[in-house]
Nanobody, 121 residues
Framework: QVQLVESGGGLVQTGGSLRLSCAASGSIFRVNGMGWYRQAPEKQRELVATISLSVRIKYADSVKGRFIISRDNANNTVSLQMNSLKPEDTAVYYC???????????????WGQGTQVTVSS
């Protein structure tokens, strides 16, 4: 009923930039919080950045000052501008959203399929 589709991953050199985008589609009544998480090989998935419906933003300490999260409520999208990338940013990046499906009265947690970001040294 609901899909999150990410785009924008790829290979970049240290110091470069990438922009990730995620679009939610389907039987959506309302989207609450949205965010990005990442998982590096043999590590747990970790929060990168989140943005609430009221545009309250949270960043992981490791990306503060380098990454910028934004959202477009009209189109149910969330983006992550990643600047000054480092090799330790290499991971699969996942989009996440709390979505109320039409006909329900609650929010469910949805995840995208993930997009690979690789930063070469």
């Amino acid at each position: 009923q609901v899909q999150l589709v990410e785009s924008g991953g790829g290979l970049v050199q240290t110091g470069g930039s990438l922009r990730l985008s995620c679009a939610a589609s389907g039987s959506i009544f309302r989207v609450n919080g949205m965010g990005w998480y990442r998982q590096a090989p043999e590590k747990q998935r970790e929060l990168v950045a989140t943005i609430s419906l009221s545009v309250r933003i949270k960043y992981a300490d490791s990306v503060k000052g380098r990454f910028i999260i934004s959202r477009d409520n009209a189109n149910n999208t969330v983006s992550l501008q990643m600047n000054s990338l480092k090799p330790e940013d290499t991971a699969v990046y996942y989009c996440n959203a709390d979505i109320e499906v039409i006909g329900t009265n609650w929010y469910d947690d949805y995840w995208g399929q993930g997009t690979q970001v690789t930063v070469s040294s």
